[in-house]
């Protein structure tokens, strides 16, 4: 078998929103070596014993650095290629929360005082 070595940047500590409105929670991602799909990402939140959403990517197109938001550039074209992915909000967050595949960021729409609290990925 092989190690999957996932690197996670997280770009904000600190996300503030306002009720009604939407906020986007920014990470990203890259594979320290040849990934096995399919790979799940999935988002937790402290409030609920439920996972908020959660993607299985089927596939991905990687940059050299094991980026999968792939972009080539030749001018004057541009190609971006990204994952193939399912993805599975908790009945609470359906059409709410919405995942990114390409970088695993969680878009949070019509926010509610009780959305306030720690995110996990």
Not at 40 to 45: C, F, K, L, P, V
Not at 60 to 84: E, F, H, I, T
Request: hydrophobic share 40%.
């Amino acid at each position: 078998g092989g190690n999957l070595g996932v690197h996670l940047n997280l770009h904000q500590d600190l996300v503030n929103g306002t009720v009604g409105q939407s906020v986007l929670l920014p990470v990203s991602y890259r594979f320290g070596g040849a990934p096995r799909f399919p790979v799940s990402i999935a988002w937790t939140y402290t409030n609920s014993l439920n996972t908020l959403i959660a993607c299985t990517l089927l596939n991905c197109s990687l940059g050299a650095g094991g980026d999968p938001r792939l972009v080539w550039s030749m001018a004057p074209w541009v190609v971006l290629l990204g994952c193939s992915a399912k993805c599975f909000p908790h009945p609470t967050y359906r059409g709410r929360a919405e995942l990114f595949p390409e970088n695993g960021s969680l878009l949070l729409r019509d926010l509610k005082l009780s959305d306030s609290g720690v995110y996990s990925v």
